[in-house]
């Protein structure tokens, strides 16, 4: 790849549920000029586009490729397919529409979490050592993954591969968003630990006094909690920590990974979550596996690394 002038950048977008963020990103990937912008005067997908176009063609910094990040973003169709948390319905060829304002430049998209995989194998872990057989998972609101062996990002043959967090671990339990029970991600996420600290309250095994309002408990207030050493909240975490390590484990049969690394808001409560996780970890790991598989935390700074995903996409394509 030749170097690129000082005002020549990609452009990193992260399309998420209520936001919208676009980051101007240079070779060393820094985040040098960033907007955020909220979707909700933006229900109709031409109105969105405009003001991507906008955005992009009025900033005197020279944008040499697009890379886009979505829920349910694919990388070999260019569309976002049926997101349930975005404005727009069913399939969006969000970057066919963009291409038509910037036909000269290169345009890709992938899910949210494969970028945050992207983003770590190109400027967080990956930076500095080798990293090629990885998996990514994303603790936030819902729970992502990208996959990543020698050195490439698994995409299976329609570009939806890797979804760990919809795997079942309990095919009578909680039904989740996709439409199905049991889901990863309705246990190990913020939500799910929501989920979790409403069952303990209705079994009063937890104090409804840590919550604002105890019928919508927050996973902050949880932490908080386990943080003065409140034994019940302690629980809710180690619950929490045991069948993310089931799933974790069984995602490790698949692609016999070096490393787990985790990321988002869940991710930052620390020792509460990491210590009783790879004590279940190693427990529920196949023997051919145990002590060969590390869990550790994103090297990332969680406000640019969804946009350093979505702009490694094109740093990666233009320099193969």
Not at 154 to 173: C, K, L, N, R, T
Not at 245 to 253: E, H, K
Request: hydrophobic letters at 40%; proline letters at 5%.
């Amino acid at each position: 790849m030749k170097p690129m002038k000082n005002n020549k950048h990609i452009v990193g977008i992260d399309i998420g549920g209520s936001h919208t963020t676009i980051g101007w990103v240079n070779e060393e990937g820094v985040v040098v000029k960033k907007i955020d912008f909220s979707l909700k005067p933006y229900v109709h997908i031409d109105d969105f586009i405009l003001k991507i176009r906008q955005e992009i063609t009025s900033s005197p910094l020279i944008c040499q490729g697009i890379g886009i990040g979505a829920p349910n973003g694919n990388y070999f169709t260019g569309m976002i397919e049926f997101a349930p948390n975005l404005p727009w319905s069913g399939k969006i060829n969000l970057c066919e529409l963009l291409q038509s304002y910037f036909p000269e430049i290169p345009i890709y998209i992938t899910n949210d979490a494969n970028a945050a995989a992207m983003g770590e194998y190109r400027y967080g872990w990956g930076k500095e050592n080798t990293l090629e057989d990885f998996i990514m998972i994303t603790l936030g609101t819902g729970l992502g993954s990208g996959i990543f062996i020698k050195g490439e990002i698994v995409y299976g043959h329609d570009g939806f591969a890797g979804e760990i967090g919809h795997m079942i671990v309990d095919p009578m339990g909680r039904l989740c968003g996709c439409g199905r029970r049991g889901c990863l991600e309705r246990y190990a996420s913020a939500t799910g630990l929501e989920i979790t600290s409403l069952e303990f309250l209705n079994k009063k095994r937890i104090s409804p006094d840590w919550f604002e309002n105890p019928d919508q408990p927050k996973a902050k207030e949880v932490y908080v909690a386990a943080m003065a050493n409140d034994p019940g909240a302690l629980e809710i975490f180690d619950y929490t920590s045991k069948i993310l390590a089931t799933g974790l484990a069984n995602a490790v049969c698949f692609s016999s990974p070096k490393k787990i690394i985790l990321f988002g808001g869940l991710a930052k409560a620390g020792e509460i979550l990491i210590q009783p996780l790879q004590k279940y970890f190693e427990e529920a790991l196949l023997q051919i596996y145990k002590n060969k598989v590390e869990i550790m935390v994103s090297k990332l700074e969680e406000n640019d690394a969804a946009v350093l995903g979505a702009a490694a996409l094109i740093y990666e394509a233009m320099s193969n």
